[in-house]
């Protein structure tokens, strides 16, 4: 089997940078951990939270700390460090090799969960991070198994088109994601994209950030790790 | 313009853990960094140094510090961990977006520069962290522009073939880069694993890691900054 990542961001319309963060970081135990995290407001002052946030999520992954205490140590920080004035949203996706298993730990947005036996949309209710005392994720850990699919978003996406009012509810965004078929993360990322720009005439009225993963029954030949980015200058 | 950035890592045979470790974080004021390290001996072992100094390494660039002194901090650090007596090589590839430049810092192999300009070897000596007080990286810094390549690896790729006394030079494999003209960057680390796969008969003597980043005249239509991630299960 082979696990596939992709993710895309683009900023909000006429602001230079996005508010959102992505990152990924090995996980010393084995697998990969990837942090989406949306800071309150757009532009340079929610890039900072973002990024803060991401972060501290993302250096005690690395270190070995589980997804449920790096997603409440990212909250105590920000918490700590803004006085629970600023809030930001935090979906932390992890593949972990040592359970075998994908762990989705939410404090945000609702995430699409796709596989063999149909599509879910994991949507119990979650607060942001930043503001209210003892705020923890919700998580759900998936065994790995070929066909499994992991969609996470900043709701920039659910927002897209809300000026025309063409907005998107998360269950029909999950509805024409499962009649895509088994596409491939970027395949499935890059519709999404386009979808959101076309709802928002190709001027996104918030920062879009798609993160998609997948297990797939093949296998690259030659057997490497492999990383691609591409940043437009 | 584009940046484009692709890394590849396979293991030596018969090891299942590699003991490089290519990582990657986003600049707080700017740009992207890329960590690639190589620890002493291999699979487990070298895995836990070269994980230790890249997350030390990319902990710091993700909070602005300035890559010489992010490079220098890994070593002072692997250097009171290990009592000076485990070494690993260390080189940073950073986009950044404030100087408008590549900056590639080196404390291990040499590093491959390509232009509009020509081909260059970036091989000045420089020692590997983690042993001799003062371990400082050789820095070099260049313009962006459309055509600019820059090519990183692992001491893996220098040695393989060496069994069958076939191994390439670095000035041999930069000759063989040069000859490709304007690949791009995932085109470019393939061709490279694979060739040295080739010498090693498909079963490699040492961990490889290449790292690949270019900067490109052409730029996606969507605007996005993407990243995509493939992990053999």
Excluded at 175 to 186: F, I, K, R, S
Aim: charged share 25%; net charge negative.
């Amino acid at each position: 089997m082979q696990f596939e990542a992709a993710a895309a961001k683009v900023s909000k319309y006429a602001v230079s940078e996005s508010g959102d963060t992505i990152e990924s970081v090995e996980r010393p135990h084995g697998g990969i951990s990837f942090v989406l995290a949306d800071g309150q407001r757009s532009g340079r002052p929610a890039k900072l939270i973002s990024n803060l946030v991401a972060r501290k999520a993302i250096s005690l992954l690395g270190e070995g700390v589980r997804d449920g205490a790096a997603g409440r140590a990212a909250h105590d920080y920000l918490c700590t460090h803004r006085g629970g004035r600023v809030s930001a949203t935090l979906t932390i996706v992890s593949l972990d090799l040592v359970s075998r298993t994908l762990v989705i730990s939410r404090n945000g947005p609702p995430v699409f969960l796709l596989g063999p036996d149909g599509a879910r949309l994991l949507d119990e209710a979650s607060e942001p991070i930043g503001i209210h005392a003892g705020t923890k994720p919700m998580i759900e850990e998936v065994p790995l198994q070929a066909g499994l699919r992991v969609v996470a978003f900043s709701d920039g996406l659910l927002d897209a088109g809300v000026r025309y009012h063409q907005a998107m509810p998360a269950e029909a965004w999950l509805e024409l994601v499962a009649g895509w078929g088994e596409t491939d993360t970027e395949e499935l990322a890059g519709r999404l994209l386009e979808r959101a720009l076309a709802l928002d005439r190709g001027r996104p009225e918030d920062d879009i950030s798609i993160l998609v993963v997948g297990v797939y029954a093949r296998r690259r030949a030659d057997g490497a790790r492999w990383l691609a980015m591409k940043v437009p200058l």
